[in-house]
């Protein structure tokens, strides 16, 4: 059973267990620092469809199949999922896990989404609800960049404070088999809205959430950042890092020794022209699936902080000058 | 703790409890049949804002506050909310709940998202991670037809298939402390496809979603049409009832006997011009809120069946050429 701490966590007495992850990326991802590590590189980010839409769909598609295929399991065995996407209605989602008719809890958080799919899939497996869920979400550049900002084919300028939608998607499996690491607590985020009005700087957006929610994790577990040997966030990227530091020692935490960004990891940026790095629900999620249940499996690391940040972005809210509020949602995994 | 049931459903050994209910409506809903049993009928559906999106959320953050105060308890006591809208990214809630500074878990599932609430906030409390949760959703006539269909200053002719989005927010509290009525199980829907693409006919979309979910929970429980007061579909609306009562005579169901649809219920269609009824996701929140439990609280109804169905329409995924697929959740709902 569950166990509430403090104000907004839960530490799970039976921990449910990560039994697989699989991530499927685009050809730029591929060619990424991590590249080697995602276990498909798709070398079509239009995955042979006529829009951007279907492609985000066939992405997800494809890491549900590579999900089962590494954990040698049936679709039926699989009772929930937990899914969400950047699009409008979620519509990455519906088309892309249609076809498997699995029962579906669709869920949205922005680029935090990740986070959250993993904590209801925990809760889910370990009240005993199920033995087995996916958790899994999906973005694209191209879909991104005409669902929020500009259309392509506009060729509109980035600034240095942007980042770059990465196309791709990642499914773990949680249940409740033993498998190489396990969700031991939650830290569920609140919306913050810090006033920022810069749809080109998602970074600053997020910080502020992120920030929020650790500190939360920090006092609801009473514990600290050396307890961690990677405090992994989602997609800050450059700029929304530094002020994220920055915010969490005005609190009297440091966690620079031991922080990690996926959206810093996952591109180049000088060679790459990518700018404050790499962003969208499947920044964090790839990076967790390619590079950091990789690094439990081999008890490189041993216990991890995995903190997913989104930004409340949309254009009919911010054509009418309404700010961007982030949200951020902590996952405690450790290996087992 | 939770009891798997069947294939994709949960029945609960300690059952949790609905604590209260409040809903906000709009002033056309407020003329409708059931508008006196509504908490509050705002005059106003533009709630005094420039937008109908910021309108919408104050809808939330009403329902919100109402529900606190039916409930006699302050915002510091809700451990979680779980929440969605219809519009891109959420923005009704993201904007209606902010100041709450309650930890969300944002969700989508159309018009069927307060089924997808109810269901999430059961097991969060049945599993002891939270003492008292809010499920809830909103929708608003203007921001939906902007979102999915044309403005309204377009002045386009509604065919009699389509339905009026109701303007509103219906919240619920859900806690271990007894309340007037209980969540006993819940079953929860896949997405279904029938390739219907009428934009202006959602009930078709989403009938054969209510169909599969509902053939799903009477296997899952092994239960009967009969074994209910009531069953009550979210917002089919008159074209849509049809369909699911034919699907499911094939299946050798007969639900006609306790059928209601809170869409055909919530508007007069020949005297308020709704044609084929109400939708949105405040349709069923707020005839749950506003007559459904009401009728469980005094023991007129002793067990129901509420399921919210939602038809998973984009504008882009529609114009690119994709069917609308629906999904429902079941919610089984008894009085104590």
Redesign the interface.
């Known amino acids: 059973?569950?166990?509430?701490i403090g104000k907004?966590s839960?530490s799970f007495e039976n921990p449910p267990y990560i039994m697989e992850g699989a991530s499927v990326v685009g050809p730029k991802e591929g060619e990424g620092p991590l590249g080697k590590l995602f276990d498909v590189v798709e070398q079509d980010s239009m995955m042979g469809q006529?829009?951007w839409?279907?492609a985000e769909s066939l992405f997800q598609k494809e890491a549900v199949q590579k999900v089962l295929l590494k954990a040698k399991i049936n679709k039926e065995e699989i009772?929930?999922i937990f899914a969400?996407d950047?699009?409008?209605?979620?519509?990455g989602t519906?088309?892309g896990?249609?076809e498997y008719?699995?029962?579906?809890?669709?869920?949205?958080?922005?680029c935090s989404t990740m986070g959250?799919a993993l904590?209801?899939a925990a809760?889910?497996v370990?009240?005993?609800?199920?033995?087995k869920v996916i958790a899994m979400t999906s973005s694209h550049f191209a879909s991104a960049e005409?669902?929020f900002r500009f259309p392509l084919e506009y060729g509109k300028q980035r600034p240095y404070s942007a980042t770059w939608t990465v196309t791709g998607s990642g499914a773990v499996i949680i249940g409740k088999e033993k498998g190489f690491a396990k969700i031991t607590g939650i830290t569920?985020?609140?919306?913050v809205?810090y006033g920022v009005k810069d749809a080109q700087n998602m970074g600053a957006c997020m910080a502020p959430a992120a920030a929020e929610v650790l500190c939360s994790h920090f006092q609801d577990f009473q514990c600290f950042p050396s307890d961690y040997d990677k405090i992994i966030t989602g997609d800050l990227g450059l700029v929304g890092k530094t002020i994220l530091f920055e915010l969490l020692s005005q609190k009297g935490y440091d966690i620079s020794k031991v922080h990690m960004d996926c959206g810093v990891e996952m591109f180049d940026a000088s060679a790459q022209d990518t700018h404050a790095g790499g962003s969208g629900c499947a920044c964090a999620a790839t990076v967790l699936c390619g590079y950091v249940l990789k690094q439990l499996k081999k008890k490189a690391w041993k216990r991890i902080l995995f903190i997913p940040t989104g930004a409340?972005?949309?254009?009919?809210?911010f054509n009418?000058g309404?700010a961007v509020?982030g949200?951020a949602h902590c996952v405690r995994i450790e290996c087992c």
Do not use: C, V, W
Not at 101 to 107: A, K, M
Not at 312 to 317: F, Q, R, W
């Open positions: 059973m569950g166990k509430m907004q839960i006529d829009s839409e279907q009772r929930y969400g950047l699009l409008g209605q979620l519509i519906t088309f896990i249609m008719e699995i029962p579906l809890f669709g869920i949205y958080g922005a959250e904590s209801l809760i889910m370990e009240a005993g609800n199920a033995e005409r669902q569920t985020g609140k919306i809205d409340l972005l949309s254009t009919i809210s009418e309404n509020p949200i």
